[in-house]
């Protein structure tokens, strides 16, 4: 009898701490987008270049697509714009930017109190970490909302705006597992498969207007700064998408990420050691759910625009990769994935990812999704030799982490970490 007493006062108590500091957050997360907005700093005309062009970013011999048979010299494009879009491998992509930025000593605009850009509000330049008008950022890479006057107000004339796009149906799985739990209307969903129940009739369940619905309609389009509701016909879509062509000097495909990679080389003048990575936020393949061809289907009609959009970019990358050399591209890629390999066998412990049980180190835990613990990660091998073990860690550590290495302040993500923690007990 105690012992039944004693449960219930334990959970009793976890649901009163739970409701306390959920209220906390949530005040905390809304309340200060709002302060944000009102803040409009003075406008500064931005420079041409950031690009300080210091002794280490010596120029190297570069084969230019469009004149294959002549070289010639350039230096590595520093200024750089990433739109990190959501579940689109854009974790590993920030590691390579981030390690990326410290070789070469790079200015980052960084977001202050949390590890993205007050999203899903538009972004400001305000939200920059003690941005003041006129300073010099090379390289801007956190997850925001697309705002390109705001950007345009606080990046360098040459930036280089680079992105991620993903198939929408395995987009529209990933962000259901991930984010489903904090999307109320995903609640009233009945059974224990919510993705194929909602997939079958998403207009039985989907509220336009719904707490965080967002991510589970036309995520790209909606991280892009644009209305996800659109009916696909709506002129707003081809506007919208001809706005991010003409935005976006390249556009990546996580379906293809080392020729996206060969082709960032060639486009900023990077080495091929700025390319190198780990896949990082892996999930276990447990969790993943295989869509059906009918539930593949679906998923695209629902997520249509994001189709729409895929499809495009997806034409324009194979345009780029024929541009490039396919014979050229196939060697490049090899040899990139060569060095992964080696990588893999000088840093990892047995060679591969491993579930968030059995990491050791606290540091390496990447973040998980509520209710669970799916998301993969690694542990840094013990004899790993000095000449290697600074990058090897580097390249293994979650981006919360990293972005805690650089200086960032990250109270807020960190309270809400300490809320998933005791939601996961």
């Not at 709002?34 to 084969?63: D, G, M, W």
């Amino acid at each position: 009898m105690a012992g039944k007493q004693g449960r219930q006062w334990r959970s009793m108590c976890k649901g009163l701490i739970l409701g306390t500091l959920l209220t906390s957050c949530m005040i905390l997360l809304y309340c200060l987008p709002i302060q944000q907005a009102h803040f409009n700093p003075p406008e500064v005309p931005v420079p041409y270049s950031c690009a300080h062009r210091p002794s280490h970013l010596h120029p190297k011999t570069s084969s230019n697509m469009s004149q294959k048979n002549s070289s010639q010299s350039c230096s590595p494009k520093v200024d750089i714009m990433f739109m990190k879009t959501h579940k689109t491998a854009s974790s590993t992509f920030l590691n390579i930017l981030f390690r990326f930025g410290e070789k070469h000593h790079l200015q980052f605009a960084f977001p202050n109190s949390r590890n993205d850009f007050f999203y899903p509000s538009l972004f400001q330049r305000s939200q920059v970490k003690d941005y003041k008008p006129g300073m010099c950022f090379n390289i801007i890479c956190n997850h925001m909302r697309f705002n390109a006057p705001e950007l345009a107000k606080l990046l360098p004339l040459d930036t280089s705006y680079i992105t991620i796009l993903r198939d929408p149906a395995e987009l529209f799985e990933s962000s259901f597992h991930y984010f489903g739990r904090v999307v109320p209307f995903t609640w009233t969903i009945p059974g224990d498969d919510k993705l194929t129940e909602f997939l079958l009739d998403p207009h039985s369940y989907f509220d336009p207007e719904g707490f965080n619905s967002f991510y589970l309609k036309n995520l790209l389009f909606f991280d892009f700064g644009l209305d996800n509701t659109l009916e696909l016909e709506n002129p707003q879509v081809d506007e919208g998408i001809r706005l991010i062509s003409e935005r976006f000097h390249l556009v990546m495909l996580v379906e293809h990420f080392e020729e996206s990679l060969i082709l960032l080389k060639d486009a900023l003048c990077w080495e091929l050691d700025d390319l190198l990575f780990f896949k990082l936020n892996a999930r276990k393949g447990s969790t993943v759910s295989k869509l059906t061809p009918e539930l593949r289907a679906r998923a695209l009609e629902w997520n249509a625009i994001d189709w729409k959009l895929y499809q495009d970019f997806n034409q324009t990358f194979w345009k780029k990769v024929d541009a490039y050399g396919r014979q050229r591209m196939a060697k490049d890629v090899a040899e990139l994935r060569k060095r992964n390999k080696e990588m893999a066998s000088i840093c990892i412990e047995g060679g591969q990812a491993v579930e968030a049980g059995s990491i050791q180190e606290t540091d390496m835990q990447p973040w998980q999704p509520i209710g669970e613990k799916s998301i993969m990660g690694y542990n840094l091998k013990k004899n790993v030799g000095k000449t290697h073990r600074k990058l090897c860690r580097k390249m293994l550590m979650p981006e919360i982490q990293y972005l805690t290495e650089l200086g960032v302040n990250l109270w807020i993500t960190k309270l809400w970490g300490h809320v998933r923690n005791i939601l996961n007990w």
